[in-house]
């Protein structure tokens, strides 16, 4: 169910929070053996919390906060007081939030119920959550199958039926690229407009956090509530940071053709090609368009992230929190801790990032990344004159089996359409542009429209259109 | 990537190293720098001096404390795996055999 929905079921009194949270714990309790979505669950807090909403709305109804009685999952790498952040490591397996995120205060704010914390790659660096220290989820379409990551737990979450709503990060595509794989919509904001204020940093210049919901108008009431300006988040942006984004009756889409040819499967094309017919229908016009640069993004990207993750990952040294592992003197208490407390893909991601960094190399690849970052901003800008948004395939497959990708090299070929968005800063969302059917199964893909900066309100007014509207009509 | 740099990451990073890792690192490492390395063929033309990253710049704030002392003194020591009262415990850091 979605979350208007919901809040319309609550205010009538047809339906209520404690029946709700009882669900979603109920769908946990049965499916979340096999599928391992989530690392823990909050159920006597939740139903607590659901009783007191359930009161709110007898007394109040409508005049109550936007969420109330909504439960939400969360990402593990995000804070809330007095609950475990793992981020999907052994290095926080026992660490607990000192405080709130101010994502989390603003969804406590408006009355929602944090049911639980769902599972991902370790501090967000995988696109399959096989990365997670505490193992995989998986896809509730096809067991056999990833759910894609790093916010796969929330996008699993989602896709069960557990709750309506979770919470993931967005570092190179791993709040959309879960969405595509598990079938529901996913958003990144432009950088800054969500707080970055208690999430478990990755990669601070592209990290951002966004809903995974099931349509676009639950993005974009999730979206309403997280975002905005945060003194404890110095990069956050206001409303009129960026030229206003006008809304059109007809849109220009652009399509970057030779992009597409790097590597999409066919039957993943088919389903763009059929969505691209049913926006000319529509009155939409869809044009080609060149980003030769946006083709450099993997790379730059694969410099820029790892540098950043190096510096930020410094922090846990077995000294102020996390895991401390013994040692005859400081340097082996840090040389051990971290030895332990991180898994392979990690590790490899602050060698990586060491080496781009270090005298000698910063300026042939960091300095050389940065360049390449700054000239497809330049090459966004161009390109929004012409068009209004840029739509691609979020991903170039579909969900893959366990272990197909174990060469890094090709897990982070899924980010190609993706991580362009985060290293530009741009909006983008995820949602379903129909399945592709393997092995006797229909699995979904997911359709990516990119939009200039500041530009959620346009990719909400069109998604909603093509998408929300369908959904609506095909039920 | 030989495995001596390898090694030589893993001491700058503070990351002790097993010798299968040093293995397994060296030729993965070694094909993503050859991937990424494509970025150095691009040239610096008309790119002026616009921000990289984000959008606002020189974001101040007044400078006051904002909490009680010792507000989240406690919570944080809690944390800290070994602590002393209200320090924390840490190996000994210069090595006077040396």
């Given at each position: 169910m979605t979350v208007s929905e919901l809040r319309k079921q609550y205010i009538a009194g047809t339906l209520s929070p404690t029946t709700v949270v009882k669900n979603s714990l109920r769908v946990i309790k049965e499916k979340d053996a096999e599928i391992?979505?989530?690392?823990?669950?909050y159920a006597d807090e939740a139903m607590a919390l659901a009783k007191v909403a359930e009161q709110e709305y007898k007394n109040k109804r409508e005049n109550?906060?936007?969420?109330?009685?909504i439960p939400v999952a969360l990402k593990n790498n995000i804070l809330v007081e007095?609950?475990?952040?793992?981020?999907?490591?052994k290095m926080l397996e026992n660490y607990i939030a000192s405080y709130d995120a101010t994502i989390v205060t603003r969804l406590k704010k408006a009355g929602?119920?944090?049911?639980g914390a769902t599972n991902m790659d370790e501090f967000a660096?995988?696109?399959?959550?096989?990365?997670s220290a505490f193992g995989p989820t998986k896809n509730p379409?096809?067991?056999?199958?990833v759910p894609g990551g790093s916010s796969g737990g929330s996008a699993a979450a989602v896709a069960m039926g557990a709750v309506s709503v979770a919470i993931g990060t967005d570092t190179g595509g791993s709040v959309r690229q879960p969405a595509s794989y598990c079938g529901v919509v996913g958003l990144k904001p432009?950088?800054?407009?969500?707080?970055?204020?208690?999430l478990v940093a990755m990669g601070s210049s592209l990290d951002q956090a966004g809903p995974l919901v099931n349509t676009v108008a639950d993005a974009e009431l999730i979206h309403n509530i997280m975002s905005g300006l945060d003194s404890?988040?110095?990069t956050t942006i206001t409303p009129?940071?960026?030229?206003n984004v006008p809304l059109k009756e007809h849109y220009t889409f652009g399509v970057p053709r030779d992009f597409?040819?790097?590597?999409?499967d066919a039957d993943v094309l088919a389903n763009f090609e059929a969505h691209i017919a049913v926006l000319k229908d529509a009155g939409h016009t869809v044009v080609d368009i060149e980003l030769p640069l946006f083709e450099q993004g993997l790379a730059a990207y694969y410099i820029v992230m790892p540098a950043e993750v190096s510096s930020n990952l410094a922090?846990?040294?077995?000294?102020?929190?996390g895991l401390s592992i013994d040692g005859k003197d400081l340097l082996e208490v840090y040389e051990q801790s971290r030895a332990t407390g991180f898994g392979a893909e990690v590790k490899r991601r602050i060698l990586l990032g060491t080496y781009v960094l270090s005298s000698g190399y910063y300026d042939a690849y960091y300095g050389k990344a940065e360049l390449v970052r700054h000239k497809m901003r330049a090459e966004l800008e161009e390109v929004f004159k012409r068009v209004d948004i840029i739509l691609t395939p979020?991903?170039?497959?579909a969900a893959f089996k366990f272990?197909?990708?174990?060469?890094p090299l090709s897990m982070y070929r899924q980010d190609i359409f993706t991580v362009p968005v985060n290293l530009t800063g741009v909006p983008a969302i995820s949602f379903p542009m129909g399945t592709v059917e393997q092995g006797g199964i229909a699995l979904p893909v997911g359709l990516q429209y990119i939009g200039p900066h500041g530009g959620e309100l346009r990719l909400f007014d069109i998604g909603k259109q093509v998408y929300d509207v369908s959904l609506n009509g095909s039920k | 990537m030989t495995k001596d740099e390898i090694l030589h990451l893993g001491t700058l990073s503070r990351i002790a190293l097993s010798p299968a890792e040093v293995d397994k690192f060296s030729t993965e490492i070694d094909t993503i720098l050859e991937y990424v390395s494509?970025?150095?063929?691009?040239v610096a033309n008309?790119?002026?001096?616009?921000?990289?990253?984000?959008?606002?710049?020189?974001?101040l704030r007044s400078d006051?404390?904002?909490?009680?002392?010792?507000?989240?003194t406690e919570k944080l020591l809690n944390a800290m795996p070994q602590r002393d009262g209200q320090y924390m415990l840490v190996k000994k850091i210069l090595n006077q055999d040396e």
């Open positions: 391992h979505a989530f690392l823990d669950t109550t906060p936007a969420l109330l009685g007095g609950k475990r952040a793992t981020a999907g490591s929602a119920i944090i049911i660096m995988g696109g399959s959550t096989e990365n379409h096809d067991l056999s199958r432009t950088y800054g407009a969500v707080s970055r204020y208690g404890h988040d110095a009129d940071t960026y030229p597409l040819g790097v590597g999409v922090r846990y040294d077995g000294m102020r929190y979020t991903a170039p497959t272990g197909a990708q174990s060469d | 494509t970025v150095k063929n691009i008309d790119v002026g001096n616009e921000p990289m990253v984000g959008a606002r710049y020189n974001v006051r404390v904002t909490n009680e002392p010792g507000e989240y």
